[in-house]
């Protein structure tokens, strides 16, 4: 299912194989959350923009049109049409973030919908079932995300909560999975490591955690408020603990510069709502930096977002048009601001893996780490 191809330091070259295709690692994989990209993309989009694996949310798919609808659409590849590898995440963050609507008990949460207030009740096994019913390649395991700070005394007891999750998780996934008429019998669970920001409940867990046989292992409860520093601080003190044949996924994050950095630390995977959630608001991504496309110095730009990109968008249009269609509110503008950020973001992960292959890694980490955090002209 995952092998290692080559390593650069902790860098890690790979290939993931599952039911619906293979990707290439590093990899990041675009955010779908209720089964399209917000910006008006479809799955034919993401074809042309680069995507290897696309992301959707469980909770939110649970919550409409329902998972028992999807299921009976044929899941969610043939429901969507997308027809590569697909993960689905585990609902847990979408219910945690809940705090005031919902109420933990070591059986699951009970909580609030936010869309009509219905109490819903979701555990290990409802978790599992839903993502059965979706039919990814990847299910996610329910944890708790808890947040940053924590106090060391919940953030303990919690991490241990999940990883009897993680356990129960198992059991139902492999239960569900040797069911007839199984939408994706092919299915792996990924297990999630918690812990806050302290480094010994991380590398506990993680130790834990690994005992359980899984397709894959995640690093969450980061990029949520805590600097920079203390998440490489936590990847490092983590990856060490992590199974070396089984691929390493960092949710959530992040900037350009974060994902180059994790890549460097040994993580595989990424996904984060960042590049379409900036484009939305006109903040795009280049090879020079950022820029902001509704700043009145790119009313008559004739450039394209970036001459070193080969998207669609930057093929076809100006900066100076894109400016007049986010001021004029256009939704095209949301339109093609999205495509080129997604387009750029797996543009990066194809340049890290293309630098693995050559050896040449440390230099690309070098030129571009720094650079991407900073602003284009």
């Known amino acids: 299912m995952f092998r290692v191809i080559k390593t650069e330091g902790k860098a890690r070259r790979g290939e993931f194989t599952c039911p619906h295709g293979t990707a290439q690692t590093p990899v990041f994989m675009n955010v779908g959350t209720q089964g399209a990209i917000k910006g008006g993309l479809s799955a034919f989009d993401l074809k042309d923009v680069g995507c290897q694996i696309e992301l959707s949310n469980t909770y939110h798919l649970h919550l409409r049109p329902g998972d028992d609808v999807v299921r009976r659409m044929g899941g969610l590849h043939q429901f969507m049409r997308w027809d590569g590898p697909m993960l689905t995440d585990s609902g847990g963050f979408q219910v945690f973030s809940l705090a005031g609507l919902r109420k933990i008990t070591e059986e699951g949460v009970t909580f609030s919908s936010h869309i ?12 599992m079932r839903i993502q059965s019913n979706l039919g990814s390649d990847v299910a996610m395991a329910f944890d708790e995300c808890v947040e940053n700070p924590a106090p060391y005394d919940y953030a303990k007891s919690s991490c241990a909560r999940t990883l009897r999750w993680l356990e129960r998780c198992k059991a139902e996934h492999d239960r569900l999975n040797a069911l007839p008429g199984c939408v994706n019998p092919g299915q792996v669970l990924f297990g999630i ?18 005992k359980i046989d899984c397709g894959g292992y995640a690093i969450g409860g980061l990029a949520v408020g805590e600097p920079t520093e203390v998440m490489y ?64 110095r790119f009313k008559l730009d004739e450039r394209p977002i ?34 080129h950020n997604l387009y750029f ?9 293309d630098a693995l292959d050559a050896g040449q890694f440390a230099a690309f980490r070098d030129a571009y780490s720094e650079k991407l955090g900073g602003r284009a002209d």
């Open 193 to 210: 490591n918690q812990g806050a920001t302290y480094e010994d409940l991380r590398v506990w867990h993680m130790k834990e955690t690994a």
């Open 233 to 296: 601080a936590i990847i490092e003190a983590v990856e060490p603990h992590m199974p070396a044949d089984k691929p390493r996924y960092l949710m959530g994050v992040g900037t350009p510069s974060n994902i180059i950095e994790a890549v460097a630390r040994g993580v595989d995977f990424f996904d984060c709502v960042m590049p379409a959630r900036n484009a939305r608001h006109g903040k795009l991504f280049t090879w020079e930096g950022s820029l902001n496309l509704k700043n009145e």
């Open 116 to 127: 009509d207030g219905k109490r819903i009740f979701m555990g290990p096994e409802e978790s």
């Open 345 to 353: 973001y797996n543009d990066l992960v194809r340049r890290i893996r």
């Open 306 to 339: 970036d001459s070193h990109c080969g998207c669609p968008v930057c093929r076809n249009f100006s900066r100076a048009y894109l400016r007049h269609l986010f001021v004029a509110g256009e939704m095209l503008a949301m339109r093609l601001a999205v495509m």
